[in-house]
Nanobody, 125 residues
């Protein structure tokens, strides 16, 4: 089992940058695929980015591709999401998640076994 805690959210102006972190406790962090999702008020939780167990593969939603970068440091049990060129439509609660079992890197919420509590990102225009 793994526990996840997000940090790094906040208020930023459009065009600015933030870096989110997801710190994990528990064992075998390097055995999990990891993902970032976000949820705006009144909307469903949506996929943002994911990174595979060996960091060999990454995948992004079309809405963030070219602006966001996902990475992980297994030695620190931490995952990151570097967010650049932020837009007001990026405003949401951002969640990190860990997937222990799915073979293929997934964009689906159902594939992820463990979730953090979320961190708020607000982008002002």
């Amino acid at each position: 089992q793994v526990q996840l805690v997000e940090s790094g959210g906040g208020l930023v102006q459009a065009g600015g940058s933030l870096r989110l972190s997801c710190a994990a406790s528990g064992r075998s962090f390097n055995n999990y695929d990891l993902g970032w999702f976000r949820q705006a008020p009144g909307k469903e939780r949506q996929f943002v980015a994911a990174i595979s167990r060996n960091s060999g593969n990454t995948v992004y939603s079309d809405s963030v591709k070219g602006r966001f970068t996902i990475s992980r440091d297994d030695a620190k049990n931490t995952m990151y999401l570097q967010m650049n060129s932020l837009k007001p439509e990026d405003t949401a609660v951002y969640y990190c998640a860990a997937d222990r079992h799915t073979i293929v890197l997934s964009k689906s919420t159902w594939a992820y076994d463990y979730w953090g509590q979320g961190t708020q990102v607000t982008v002002s225009s």
